[in-house]
C-alpha cells in the first residue's frame, strides 16, 4: 500500500514536471539563410534560446548532414555544423529541437546563389572611392525607426557626436550626384546594428552582425541601395569590424565561453601601439596588450583565435557579399585582430570570391608600415599577411607637408621611393583625410592652389584613390574637439537645411571651382587606362617641380607636372626628355590647350599640367 502509493507520487511528480518543462526556446539562427554551392561545404549555424542548448538537434534534408554539436559554456547557445552536398536542391526543412519528450522546430532556408562567384567583382585600382559616412550625408525618405531598439536614441542635429538622422534612402537619393561627380565606387561607413547607449552613430560598435541598423533602414533597402548603385556603374565597398564588437552585442550580455572574448572579466584597453607587432625588439606583453586590449571600454575584443568566433565572422562576410552583392570589404583596425586568424579570413573571402578585393585600416603613419601588412610581403617574418590592399596612411602626413610648403614635392618623391618595399604599389589605398583624421583643409581656403595639386597627384599616382565626402564642396575642420568635426553634416542633406550643396546653385563661388576642378578629373579618369593602371616613372623634383609618368600596357602614356613653388620656377626638362622630348607636343587635359616642349620651361606659381 505504501509502495504504491510511493510510485503513484513519483509518476505525478515526472508528470508535473514534464508538464511545467517549456518547449526548447529558439530566438534566432545566424545567419539566418545561406546557399548551395558554396567553396566551402560546411556550415556553422549559431542557434540562440533560453536553454537552447540543452536540447538536442536533428534534421532530414537530402545532401545536408549534421555532423557536429557543440555546446558552449551558455545554456542560452548552440552551434550546429553541417555539410552540404553540391547536389544539394534549394529549399527550406525544419531542424528539430528536442528536449525529454518536448520539441520544437524551426525551418532553415537553403537558396540557389544569382550568379557564379567570379562574377562578384571587387574595387581595384581603376576605381576611385567615395567614402560617405551615411549618419552625415543626407536624410531619405526611407523605412526608419527607432522601434524595437533597448536604447532608441533618434535624430538630434544639435548633439555634435548624437544621431542626425541620415539614411540608406538618402544615399540612395543622392546616387546621380555621387555618379557625376565620377568616382566609380562607394565605401560605405558601418550600417549594421549599434544599438548603443549614446546612439554610436558611427556605427562601429556592432550589436547584431546580420540586420542593418533600424534608423538607417532595412536589410532590403541596402540591397536596393546596392542594386541601383551597380545600374549606374558604381561598386559599393562595405565596412566591417571583426577586432570588436559593441558592448550591448547579446554576446557580451551572455558570454557564449569564456574565451568568446580576450580579456573576458574586465577592462584592459589596448596601448593602440601597432608598431609594436611588427617590432623585432617588442616585448611580449607590449605586442599582447596591443592585440588583446579592447579598442575601447564599448568595444570588447573578440577573439578570433576561437574557431567558433572566426567561423561566425568569416561566414558574416561571405553572407553579405552573396545577400547584398557588396564589391569589397573595408575592415576596420586589421592590426588589432589575431594576425593569422585574419589571414585565414582572407583566404577564405578570396577562394570563396577570386575577384573580390579588401582593403584593410593599417594604421601606420611611417613609411614602410603598410609593407608589413600586404599580401605577399617580404618584410613580415610571421609569414604571408594575405590582406590584398593596405591603406597609405604615411601617404596623408606626406601631403600636408608637400603641399602646404613652398618647394615641399620632394617629400612625394622620397615617399613613393619607399615603394620598392611593397608587395604590390598598385593595391594600395591612397587618400588624404577621411572619417579618422583631420580634414585636409583645416579650415576654408582663400584659394584652391595647393588643394588642387594634392587632388590631382592622389588622382593621378600609383594606387586606389579615396575621397572623404565633402571634399568636392571644401568641407574642412580638424578632430578637435571631437572627431564629429569632421564629420559635419552635408549641406542640402537634411530637411531645413538652407544651403544645398549637391546643387551649382547651392554652393559658393569657390566650392563650385573646387567641384568642377575635381569632376573633371575624376570623369577623364574613369576612361584613361594609363593614369588607372598603368605603370610609374618619376623624376626627382628640380627647382620644387615634380614630374611624373604613367605608361599603359598599351603603350599610352600621361605626364604630370606640378610646380610646387608659390612663385614662377624655371626647370631645364633635359632632364625628363625621356618622357617629354624636346619639341614634342601634348594636351593639357585641364585646358584642352597644346603644350610644346622646350629646353628650359618656366612654369607659374603651383601650376598643374596633366599631358596627354
Known amino acids: 500500500m505504501r509502495r504504491s502509493f510511493l510510485s503513484f507520487a513519483c509518476l505525478l511528480f515526472v508528470l508535473f514536471t514534464y508538464a511545467a518543462s517549456p518547449k526548447p526556446q529558439i530566438d534566432r539562427i545566424d545567419p539566418p539563410h545561406w546557399w548551395i554551392g558554396m567553396h566551402c561545404d560546411t556550415l556553422q549555424l549559431m542557434v540562440s534560446g533560453q536553454n537552447i542548448g540543452n536540447s538536442e538537434a536533428t534534421l532530414d534534408y537530402p545532401g545536408v548532414k549534421l555532423i557536429e554539436t557543440v555546446e558552449l559554456e551558455s545554456p542560452d547557445y548552440q552551434l550546429l555544423y553541417l555539410t552540404i552536398d553540391s547536389n544539394t536542391q534549394p529549399g527550406s526543412f525544419p531542424i528539430v529541437f528536442t528536449e525529454g519528450k518536448k520539441s520544437t522546430s524551426v525551418d532553415y532556408t537553403l537558396k540557389a546563389r544569382s550568379k557564379k562567384p567570379e ?110 548603385a551597380h545600374s549606374k556603374g558604381l561598386k559599393v565597398v562595405m565596412d566591417m569590424i571583426f577586432n570588436h564588437c559593441g558592448s550591448n552585442h547579446p554576446w557580451v550580455k551572455n558570454k557564449p ?65 552573396e545577400e547584398a552583392g557588396i564589391n569589397g570589404i573595408r575592415m576596420d583596425t586589421y592590426p588589432y585582430a589575431d594576425f593569422h586568424a585574419m589571414g585565414r579570413w582572407c583566404d577564405r573571402v578570396i577562394e570563396e570570391y577570386p575577384n573580390m578585393n579588401i582593403v584593410g585600416e593599417c594604421w601606420i603613419a611611417k613609411d614602410g608600415g603598410p609593407a608589413f601588412w600586404q599580401k605577399g610581403s617580404t618584410v613580415n617574418p610571421m609569414g604571408d599577411p594575405k590582406l590584398p590592399t593596405v591603406m597609405d596612411f604615411p601617404l596623408v602626413y606626406v601631403t600636408h607637408e608637400a603641399f602646404e610648403k613652398d618647394g615641399g614635392l620632394s617629400k612625394l618623391w622620397e615617399h613613393l621611393g619607399m615603394d620598392y618595399l611593397l608587395a604590390d604599389p598598385t593595391h594600395i589605398l591612397t587618400f588624404l583625410d577621411n572619417h579618422d583624421t583631420d580634414r585636409w ?76 576642378f575635381l ?39 600621361v605626364v604630370v607636372v606640378l610646380n610646387g613653388n608659390d612663385k614662377e620656377a624655371s626647370m631645364n626638362m633635359n632632364q625628363t626628355a625621356e618622357s617629354l622630348p624636346i619639341g614634342s607636343s601634348r ?17 607659374s606659381p603651383r601650376q598643374i599640367l596633366i599631358l596627354e
Open 441 to 516: 583643409l583645416l579650415e576654408e581656403p582663400t584659394n584652391l592652389d595647393s588643394w588642387k595639386q594634392a587632388q590631382t597627384f592622389l588622382l593621378t599616382t600609383r594606387g586606389i584613390p579615396q575621397i572623404y565626402y565633402g571634399t568636392e564642396i571644401l568641407m574642412n575642420g580638424d578632430m578637435k574637439p571631437t572627431d564629429g568635426n569632421v564629420r559635419l553634416d552635408f549641406p542640402g542633406g537634411f530637411p531645413g537645411d538652407t544651403m544645398n550643396a549637391f546643387t551649382a546653385e547651392g554652393r559658393t563661388p569657390l566650392q563650385n571651382e573646387a567641384w568642377d
Open 519 to 557: 569632376s573633371k578629373i575624376l570623369n577623364w579618369r574613369r576612361t584613361n587606362e594609363a593614369v588607372k593602371t598603368g605603370s610609374l616613372k618619376h623624376f626627382m623634383p628640380q627647382n620644387g617641380v615634380y614630374v611624373y609618368q604613367r605608361t599603359a600596357k598599351d603603350g599610352s602614356k
Open 257 to 321: 565561453s569564456r574565451d568568446w572574448f580576450n580579456n573576458p572579466d574586465q577592462f584592459i584597453q589596448t596601448n593602440f601601439r601597432l608598431n609594436t607587432i611588427s617590432d623585432p625588439y617588442a616585448s611580449d606583453y607590449d605586442r599582447d596588450l596591443t592585440v588583446n586590449g579592447w579598442f575601447v571600454e564599448a568595444m570588447p575584443d573578440l577573439n578570433q583565435k576561437n574557431p567558433h568566433v572566426w567561423n561566425y565572422l568569416v561566414q558574416n562576410s561571405l553572407w553579405w557579399i
Open 119 to 228: 562574377e562578384h567583382i571587387g574595387f581595384s585600382n581603376e576605381d576611385v572611392l567615395y567614402l560617405v559616412m551615411p549618419d552625415r550625408f543626407a536624410c531619405g525618405k526611407g523605412n526608419t525607426t527607432t522601434e524595437g531598439l533597448e536604447y532608441p536614441i533618434g535624430a538630434d542635429r544639435s548633439a555634435f557626436n548624437g544621431r542626425h538622422g541620415g539614411n540608406i534612402a538618402g544615399l540612395r537619393e543622392h546616387l546621380g550626384y555621387i555618379d557625376s561627380l565620377g568616382v566609380t565606387a562607394i565605401w560605405v561607413n558601418p550600417v549594421l546594428e549599434n544599438d548603443m547607449p549614446g546612439g554610436s552613430y558611427h556605427g562601429y560598435a556592432t550589436t547584431d552582425y546580420y540586420s542593418i541598423d533600424r534608423r538607417f533602414g532595412t536589410n532590403d533597402e541596402y540591397i536596393q541601395f546596392i542594386e541601383e
Open 587 to 603: 594636351r593639357d587635359v585641364l585646358t584642352d590647350e597644346n603644350v610644346t616642349i622646350s629646353e628650359t620651361m618656366t612654369f
